[in-house]
């Protein structure tokens, strides 16, 4: 986590930005909770927690810069909301999510299925493919 934070840090001071104790207790409720999958006012009520004065929009302008600076990525699971998670490898495809439609659960899934899919396309179709995102939607482990 040290890494990420000093990483993050020197993007920031190259921007003209510092990590301010507001964008530091957001992007460590990110950290703590990666994986999970949070929407801007989830994420706000956690930062709330440990940073009281904290005001939404800070949170929301927060989330912008960090996803405009790839630290970020933006998640729409079809639920009206868009959520985020931790980009822990910049020049990775983004992993494909297995979404519950019964108890909302999101499992990511690490695999990249389709190399040889793009690989086709690519020579068929003439285009540079950059990146992909896959859900799967169907009923979880849990509440089968």
Do not use: W
Not at 31 to 42: A, M, R, S, V, Y
Not at 93 to 113: F, G, K, M, P, R
């Amino acid at each position: 986590m040290d890494n990420l934070i000093d990483s993050l840090k020197e993007r920031l001071k190259e921007k003209g930005y510092k990590l301010t104790p507001q964008r530091r207790a957001t992007l460590d409720t990110i950290i703590e909770n990666q994986g999970k999958h949070l929407n801007t006012e989830e994420i706000y009520d956690l930062v709330k927690e440990k940073c009281p004065e904290i005001g939404l929009a800070t949170v929301y302008r927060t989330l912008q810069l960090l996803d405009e600076m790839s630290v970020l990525s933006k998640l729409n699971l079809d639920d009206g909301c868009i959520r985020y998670e931790l980009n822990t490898h910049e020049d990775d495809h983004q992993h494909h999510h297995l979404i519950c439609q019964s108890c909302n659960d999101v499992i990511e899934v690490e695999l990249d299925l389709l190399e040889h899919l793009e690989e086709e396309i690519e020579k068929k179709y003439h285009f540079t493919i950059r990146d992909h995102t896959v859900k799967f939607f169907g009923i979880c482990s849990k509440c089968q």
